[in-house]
């Protein structure tokens, strides 16, 4: 498995290189091999096994390495470049979400990944992962950082596809004059720049206030 990564590696020192490995049942250590495949991720950031481009299957060579948006949790990478781009992420919570973390600030900072069929090892998965009782909430929470931190307007995709609202900014002020009040309130997302104003305006007469509501709304 090593010498065809290194090889590739040895070319250019930015690839990060992502093996094909097969799946080892945990309880009678069975061989489930795996196709090769490239490493996807979908809006709620969490990686799943894609095909890869046609024309890596028109060259009808399995053995020829290609470009994968993410990789699943194995690499092989350089050093001296996995340092250079930071390493792994220490906010990235406990479980779920740091492999697509990573895949994304591999492309962004000037590399690329490769999955290279050639280099295969096996993996011995767990029964359970036995690190909370339910991931979603570090899945949701390394998800969120990820959006922030290097996704710019593409984030509301994982706002909505993990049913969030976008952070909303509100202020208002208050104009008092001597019969009429107005208020103001405006809030504002990645959706919609909204603003709503109120006036209430004092009939002399029946000494009620009338209640006038206008609204603006720019997406």
């Given amino acids: 498995w090593a010498e065809p990564a290194l090889a590739k590696i040895k070319e250019n020192r930015t690839v990060v290189v992502s093996p094909v490995f097969d799946k080892v049942a945990f309880d009678d250590f069975e061989i489930t091999g795996y196709a090769a495949a490239a490493v996807a991720f979908d809006w ?8 890869f481009h046609s024309e890596w299957y028109q060259k ?3 053995y020829a390495p290609e470009k994968s948006p993410s990789i699943m949790g194995i690499l092989i990478v350089d050093k001296m470049f996995f340092e250079e781009i930071g390493g792994l992420d220490g906010g990235m919570k ?20 490769e999955v290279v ?14 690190y909370l009782p339910d991931l979603r909430v570090t899945l949701k929470g390394n998800a969120l950082r990820v959006a922030e931190v290097w996704m710019d307007d593409y984030k509301k995709n994982v706002y909505v596809a993990w049913n969030l609202p976008m952070k909303v900014l509100h202020f208002y002020y208050v104009k008092t004059e001597a019969k009429n009040t107005t208020f103001s309130l405006t809030g ?21 206030y009338k209640i006038l509501v206008g609204y603006s709304v720019i997406f």
């Fill in 117 to 130: 069929p050639c280099s295969r090892i096996a993996h011995i998965e767990r029964a359970h992962k036995p």
């Fill in 188 to 208: 504002n997302s990645s959706f919609f720049l909204l603003t709503l104003k109120v006036n209430m305006v004092l009939n002399e007469k029946t000494k009620k």
């Fill in 94 to 113: 406990i479980y779920g979400g740091e492999n697509v973390e990573f895949g994304i600030r591999v492309w962004l900072c000037g590399g690329s990944i």
């Fill in 60 to 62: 009808k060579d399995p």
């Fill in 44 to 51: 709620a950031l969490w990686g799943m096994y894609e095909s």
